[in-house]
């Protein structure tokens, strides 16, 4: 399972952004799908996840309200739209599969990452 994140850049505070995340394969619509980040020095967290039920997502408290997440088993891809940016979302940006197995709220057992794509906001 190969993916590929795209989309990031340097954007400007209250500003939108859309990551794609492409994944290889033919089990895409099986996994969940998840997009993390990793800002300098911190830790990589979990900022949202999809089911392979669109309708099953997950946001973190950090982006929900501001954040959609959509995936399209067609074509392989899944989208992470973040509104309102602020400098705090700066940070690389990954997206992840793995089999389901946990609530898509747990950050676990996602065995397949991008390399990631830098998101930088400025004001």
């Known amino acids: 399972v190969r993916l590929v994140e795209s989309g990031g850049g340097l954007v400007q505070t209250g500003t939108s952004l859309r990551l794609s995340c492409t994944v290889s394969g033919d089990t895409f619509p099986f996994y969940d799908i998840g997009w993390f980040r990793q800002a300098p020095g911190k830790e990589r967290d979990l900022v949202a996840a999809?089911?392979?039920?669109?309708?099953?997502?997950f946001y973190s408290d950090s982006v929900k309200g501001r954040c959609i997440i959509s995936r399209d088993n067609a074509a392989n891809t899944v989208s992470l739209q973040i509104n309102s940016l602020k400098s705090e979302d700066t940070a690389v940006y990954y997206c992840?599969?793995?089999?389901?197995?946990?609530?898509?709220?747990?950050?676990?057992?996602?065995?397949?990452r991008g390399k990631g794509t830098q998101v930088t906001v400025s004001s």
């Open positions: 992840a599969a793995r089999s389901p197995a946990l609530p898509l709220s747990e950050p676990q057992y996602y065995d397949y």
């Open positions: 999809i089911s392979r039920n669109p309708e099953l997502q």
